[in-house]
């Protein structure tokens, strides 16, 4: 059996999370966007990832970026970050971001290069074997080589996305593993973020998948961590629907499933085996 822990990795509580929420409402960034490419990571499983696999000084890669949680977290904490952000309008955005909520020195350590997550080598040229960590919080279809949905056809990020590649998503998925094992040092570590969901009636978790291409890439496979993204209150947890949830309930005589609830994510966390070591 894998280690397992539990973190709480809430930001629902927090008013900047709140703000930066709406500022990407109001300025469209949202708007039309899948469940692929909204922020996956936020400010506390930046720094619950950031503080138990690096130390001070060290290099934080990030794949997939689709918010500012992980550059902001690991300039406040003393490391070098830098973001594969291939979507140019989101890049705007996310600078803009940093520049509102971190002082000059810290901005200094924060960077973004062009590239897809597939690129990640190429990218990194000037770091292979130096990272500490990379943290990748890949969309559903990468992750598990499931087709992309009706509204996920639509989303203008998406469709950025493949105007730059014509290959199928599992392939890049599996480039990037081998790309993130280049950028790594020795016993740096890969976590991988994902949620299981339904999809066209069926239960799909990209876990196992997840590990067995990371290990065919040459990682270890180190621990499992659930990281739970809604509040704890006393024994209860703080599930609060919004909008699109509350359209979505069911009559209480129904026999379909109810709608779906995500209250936490699985990170898988990965090691680069030592020189010489196997894997």
């Known amino acids: 059996m894998l280690p397992l822990t539990v973190w709480l990795c809430s930001d629902t509580t927090t008013d900047e999370n709140s703000n930066a929420t709406r500022e990407m409402h109001r300025s469209g960034l949202l708007s039309g966007l899948c469940p692929r490419h909204r922020p996956g990571v936020g400010n506390e499983l930046a720094r ?22 992980t550059l902001a977290t690991t300039a406040r904490l003393g490391r070098w970050g830098v973001a594969l952000v291939p979507h140019f309008p989101l890049a705007q955005h996310l600078r803009a971001r940093l520049r509102a909520t971190l002082t000059d020195a810290q901005q200094a350590r924060a960077h ?6 597939d690129q990640i080598a190429r990218a990194l040229t000037d770091h292979h074997g130096q990272a500490a960590l990379v943290i990748a919080d890949p969309p559903p279809g ?13 989303c203008p990020a998406c469709r950025a996305c493949r105007a730059r590649t014509g290959m199928q998503t599992i392939e890049q998925f599996g480039l990037f593993l081998h790309g993130a094992h280049r950028v790594l040092r020795p016993g740096g570590v890969l976590a991988i973020t994902t949620t299981a969901r339904h999809h066209d009636g069926r239960f799909h978790d990209p876990g196992p998948r997840i590990i067995r291409q990371a290990q065919a890439a040459g990682f270890r496979y180190a621990q499992h961590v659930i990281a739970l993204r809604v509040p704890i209150d006393g024994d209860t947890l703080a599930v609060q629907a919004g909008p699109t949830d509350l359209a979505q309930l069911r009559d209480v005589r129904s026999q379909t499933l109810p709608p779906a609830v995500t209250v936490h994510a699985d990170v898988c966390l990965f090691t680069k085996p030592q020189t010489g070591a196997t894997s």
């Open 142 to 154: 990468d992750a598990a080589g499931r087709p992309r949905g009706a509204g996920e056809r639509q």
């Open 48 to 69: 619950h990832l950031i503080t138990t696999c690096t130390r001070e000084g060290d290099l934080v890669a990030e794949a997939f970026t689709t918010g500012e949680a």
């Open 112 to 117: 973004m290069r062009p590239c897809r997550p």
